[in-house]
């Protein structure tokens, strides 16, 4: 078979209607988020079917896969504070194409059919939103970081591309996000993704490595100190972003916001009167010892009603958590969560325990060991405010942290 893309085309060998009998549909976002979603799309079943029709070992096409569907959302994700650009790609995401076809049976996407051309075809206009005239380029970088023939580069990334756009229309509908909305995600996402990428690809698409991450970024800065105005701009640039971010997701309206450069150099942004303030006060203050007493409430953690899910624009409060915590690694802390008096005591006290697990688990996977993390869940004790008016039951349904040791 042969699918265009843009700047060339890429064939492939063609598996019969027969073969096409696993469902290999693309999953929701999982509990662990929105980057932890689109790396599940690379299972067994999909290297498998991929591999048959490149003509390639599973290994590499697992090494191509893995890097073509970060390059996608970390273009996408660096280019999140566009409106514009934005609304084009949630219209893109929202055609049904993108539900019936790109979202669809992943060995469709490998073989001939009506079905299979408009969902590939959608997916080339979605690489060349991202790509432009780079995407040749792109497909054949990523040949050479997976060790196969440039034309299984560019077929890869053709796949990867429905893909990605099935994902991230899937996480439109389930999340109930606009434009606004799906750029604070990609935004608050951006470093994790930005650091899954090869250093070569992440040339070639014009992201520089020193914006994968904080530990590229040093990394960077260490080596290449001809080049420190520039990447000082880049950082700003980043911090920027992110009070975009946040002011997207919390409305327009007047917010006290301190920027901050933490130890290591990580630029840090975040509301006055925020979490992230309180615990950099208590690390940082000499006087103040750890105390058992000494809690400190989330300020914009959300969860979906009666579930230890959380929503994804609760992200940039924990990447901010997660920075604090790298920039003091001798810092441990509790998590502790809690709920109204309303229902069933047992029922309360097992879902403020999962609330508080799912915290942890979320700073796990934004780098911090679990060995620094503990999770316990009190249900309806040491209420803060009184039960028995709404606000009061609203302020006690709360996630805090404590920090066990400095």
């Known amino acids: 078979m042969k699918i265009d893309v843009p700047g060339g085309s890429f064939g492939c060998t063609k598996i019969s209607d027969e073969e096409v009998t696993m469902d290999t549909t693309i999953p929701m976002q999982p509990s662990g988020g929105f980057v932890e979603g689109f790396r599940a799309l690379i299972t067994p079943e999909v290297v498998s ?15 191509g896969l893995s890097a073509a569907l970060p390059a996608l959302f970390g273009v996408l994700a660096s280019k999140a504070s566009d409106r514009s650009f934005m609304s084009r790609i949630v219209d893109m995401v929202r055609d049904p194409v993108a539900e019936t076809s790109a979202a669809g049976n992943v060995s469709q996407i490998l073989t001939t059919g009506e ?35 440039p034309s299984t580069g560019a077929s890869m990334l053709g796949l990867a591309a429905p893909l990605a756009l099935g994902y991230l229309g899937k996480t ?3 999340e109930g996000l606009d434009a606004t909305s799906l750029s604070t995600m990609l935004l608050v996402q951006k470093n994790r993704i930005l650091g899954l990428i090869p250093r070569s690809i992440l040339n070639i698409v014009g992201i520089g490595p020193q914006m994968a991450d904080a530990t590229t970024m040093r990394t960077t800065e260490a080596t290449s100190r001809g080049s420190s105005g520039w990447m000082w701009f880049l950082a700003a640039l980043l ?11 919390y409305g327009r ?7 901050r450069t933490l130890p290591g150099g990580v630029q840090l942004q975040y509301m006055r009167t925020g979490v992230e303030g309180k615990l950099l006060n208590f690390i940082e203050d000499p006087t103040m010892t750890v105390d058992k007493d000494a809690w400190f409430d989330f300020d914009r953690l959300l969860f979906e009603t009666d579930s230890a899910t959380i929503k994804p624009e609760s992200h940039v409060q924990l990447n901010n ?5 790298q920039a003091y ?28 697990g799912s915290v942890v688990r979320e700073l796990n996977s934004m780098g911090i060991s679990p060995e620094r993390l503990t999770a316990e869940g009190y249900g309806m ?4 405010a009184d039960n028995s008016t709404a606000e009061g039951r609203a302020q006690n349904r709360r996630v805090a942290i404590r920090v066990v040791e400095k």
Request: charged letters at 15%; zero cysteines; a positive charge.
């Open 239 to 249: 911090g920027l972003l992110a009070i975009w971010g946040l002011y997207s997701a």
């Open 321 to 325: 958590i997660a920075a604090i915590m």
């Open 49 to 63: 079917k991929a591999s048959t029709a490149f003509g390639e070992s599973e290994s590499a096409v697992t090494k």
């Open 329 to 356: 690694p001798s810092v441990h802390i509790k998590v502790g969560g809690y709920t109204d008096s309303s229902g069933d005591a047992q029922a309360n006290l097992k879902l403020s325990q999962d609330r508080a």
């Open 115 to 149: 079905s299979a051309t408009t969902g590939m075809s959608l997916g080339n206009r979605f690489m060349s939103a991202l790509f432009g005239s780079n995407t040749e380029t792109v497909g054949r970088a990523l040949s050479s970081y997976a060790g196969v023939r």
């Open 253 to 259: 309206r007047t917010v006290d916001y301190v920027s």
């Open 172 to 174: 439109v509908r389930s």
């Open 381 to 384: 004790e040491h209420p803060i």
